[in-house]
């Protein structure tokens, strides 16, 4: 092996040593980069949720289910009217003949209506809330897509950053040695090449974080943390147990099973109506027929029974039943999407695990292989172009480490979204 002269290992090493150094202090900022927490991700789920439209509605249309519920408890199924008429003839002839009548109609239910249309309110109130919990699932995996997606880029800035600043202390390191005569030019330049990168990919990498940031500030409408924050490692959100997975209790599942029976009992209380409503009346009467003869008086009581509603009648339960069989196909259409899309993301964490198991074993193999070479470089066994690519590498094997631990999160989020879970 061609032996370097003594007169330059020390130079080398002095330089190595540098690099190393700065390699270092970058391995250990990503060790503290920041991971999501789940208490974040929980409190951006909250915020956004808070300021969805049907969170604002939502108590507004709870009270309608209710009010929807009182009116099918009650006796009648509409109000009852007041009627009140008079009648004379002082615009013709003036006989003196006078009439007064008042009344009350009152609507009767129709034979199993008001048991299908109470069985229909609580219904509809089932679906205020399954859907309800739909919504929140929906806004839960928003949110979970630009958090991750802000990780990411924060993770890439944090990265970027630590290369710019290795560039840095290289350059300057290079900068001194070139007016002390050691080095030539050709290496200042290419170590003002290598800062001019950095600086161009912590550019681009500073921009996408901004994206991302605003992206989560307009669904949350909570200020993100500014970039550069360092801090220890939090928890993110846990893998699902062997109970959540085996639940089948996703909320669009829900939503559809309880749009179904909402269908269903709609086409039942359709069948039961065949008719308008009957009225009941009973009215009073006070009449006289000319001038000077004393009033009478008379009650009335009446039954108004509608005719069958014909082919209206058949149209609204033929709508409810098409409606029913709608939604139960769309119920079994996607629980079999619903369990392809569980299947996939448990694959994509179980992925990712295994990918977070082989870049902290390279990571690991790498830190070691930088020891072994820093060591041979210090005896002058190995050049500085080897000693570093070395160090090039442990980095890469620390950041690619940090990458997969970021990505592991990410996916059991997406896991958990898939089972439809919130955000813990």
């Known amino acids: 092996m061609h032996r370097i002269p003594r007169t330059h290992v020390r130079l080398w090493q002095c330089l190595a040593a540098a690099v190393w150094a700065a390699c270092a202090q970058a391995a250990q900022a990503q060790a503290l980069l920041p991971a999501p927490a789940a208490a974040g991700l929980r ?47 002082r615009l013709g002839s003036n006989q003196g003949m006078r009439e007064l009548d008042a009344g009350v109609a009152v609507p009767i239910w129709l034979p199993g209506e008001r048991s299908r249309s109470a069985a229909l309110a609580e219904a509809e109130g089932a679906v205020l809330e399954s859907r309800t919990t739909a919504a929140q699932l929906r806004v839960a995996a928003t949110v979970r897509g630009a958090w991750w997606t802000w990780q990411r880029a924060h993770l890439d800035a944090e990265i970027a950053r630590d290369q710019l600043d290795n560039t840095r202390r290289l350059s300057a390191d290079v900068a001194r040695r070139l007016k002390a005569g050691d080095l030539a030019r050709a290496d200042q330049h290419q170590a003002e090449g290598a800062v001019a990168a950095a600086e161009s990919a912590l550019a681009q990498a500073q921009a996408a974080l901004t994206t991302a940031r605003l992206q989560l500030r307009a669904i949350t409408g909570l200020p993100s943390p500014s970039p550069g924050t360092t801090g220890t490692v939090p928890a993110t959100e846990a893998e699902p147990t062997a109970a959540e997975v085996a639940a089948d209790t996703h909320a669009t599942l829900l939503e559809l099973q309880a749009r179904s029976t909402l269908a269903e009992r709609a086409a039942a209380l359709a069948a039961a109506q065949s008719r308008a409503n ?147």
Do not use: C, M
């Open 43 to 89: 409190q951006a789920f909250e915020a956004a949720w808070a300021r969805h439209p049907e969170a604002l509605a939502l108590q507004a249309r709870r009270d309608a289910a209710r009010a929807r519920q009182e009116a099918a408890r009650a006796w009648t199924p509409e109000p009852a009217a007041l009627e009140l008429s008079s009648k004379t003839d």
């Open 278 to 424: 009957p009225e009941l009346t009973l009215s009073a009467s006070r009449e006289r027929s000319a001038f000077g003869e004393a009033y009478g008086q008379a009650i009335t009581l009446g039954v108004r029974i509608p005719f069958g509603g014909g082919p209206r009648h058949d149209l609204r339960v033929a709508n409810a039943r098409a409606d029913a069989v709608e939604a139960q196909a769309q119920w079994a259409f996607e629980r079999e999407r619903l369990a392809a899309e569980r299947d996939a993301a448990r694959a994509q964490a179980d992925a990712a695990r295994v990918q977070l198991a082989a870049a902290e074993r390279r990571a690991r193999l790498a830190a070691e292989s930088r020891g072994f070479f820093d060591k041979s470089f210090r005896l002058g066994d190995t050049d500085l172009p080897t000693r570093l690519r070395i160090e090039a590498e442990a980095g890469e094997a620390e950041r690619q480490a940090a990458r997969a631990r970021n990505e592991l999160a990410a996916a059991l989020s997406a896991w958990r979204q898939a089972l439809g879970l919130l955000p813990q």
